[in-house]
């Protein structure tokens, strides 16, 4: 059962000021994962890829800039091959298949905006060093200043240990960090953060912010983990990375209406976690 007592509110005007900055971000990045991007079957979803490209151009068409991190590249393979996958080498090698067509369908649906992407891989290799992570920085500039939107994926085809739940969460915040973006959007197939796993647990119930109650609700996250919703881990862990570097950081279902619209108009979405070096120190 879950135990909702435990976890300490936030001050509702820390909450306020932090929904305001990041309604106010002016580059954000969104990260999509793989149950927001594929069906029952675990194939690509082009109705849901669609939605995902409508909501990111809610924001373009503010001025917004928008870093998309995206998994998806296998379960777009297994919509092309006809084989059972066991071995890293072979979800490696399927990956490989579906991150072309992945990045298809994304050149169509942002086509119909008018809208140019790029693609841009990436290992852990390409984080930790110094001189390629600001290679791959001033890309993202460049691409920016271009009003492209770059699309990162994780390079599963050289990345023998990233082929798990979680991979593009933490991704997705080392880059929130390195680039200094000022909003990183974690989308998901559930509303946020809950009291408990939401999924077999009628009674878990959703923490609308995140601050000083962080150990709490972690300890909360740890006990309702399994093996279907250990993704929520890394995703609370990175959006707790990037709120201590002083960005707000929200989990939210990729599903729900409008929901880049809403937060960028300061709405209630998901699960915000508040800046630990900003909306908390004023």
Known sequence: M???STIEAIDEEVVERARNQAADAQRVIV???TNSLTDADSQLDRV????????IMALRERGKDVLLVSSGAVGAGKGLIDEETETVEESQAL?????????RHYTQSFDRYDQ???QILLTEHDLSNPERFTNVRNTIETLFDWGIVPIINE?????????QIGDNDMLSASVAIGVDVDLLVTLTDVGGVYTGNPKDDEDAALIEAVGTNYDAVQSLVDDSTTAEFGGIQT????????SEHGTPAIIANSAARDVLERIATAKSVGTLFVPINGAEDD
Do not use: P
């Open 48 to 55: 849901k890829l669609d939605k995902l490209v409508s909501d």
């Open 2 to 4: 879950s135990d909702q």
């Open 31 to 33: 990260k999509a994962g």
């Open 235 to 242: 995703k609370v862990e990175g959006a707790r990375d990037v």
């Open 95 to 103: 990956s490989t298949v579906g991150q072309s067509h992945l990045m």
């Open 155 to 163: 390079n599963d085809a050289i990345a023998t240990e990233e082929i």
């Open 116 to 118: 140019t992407v790029a």
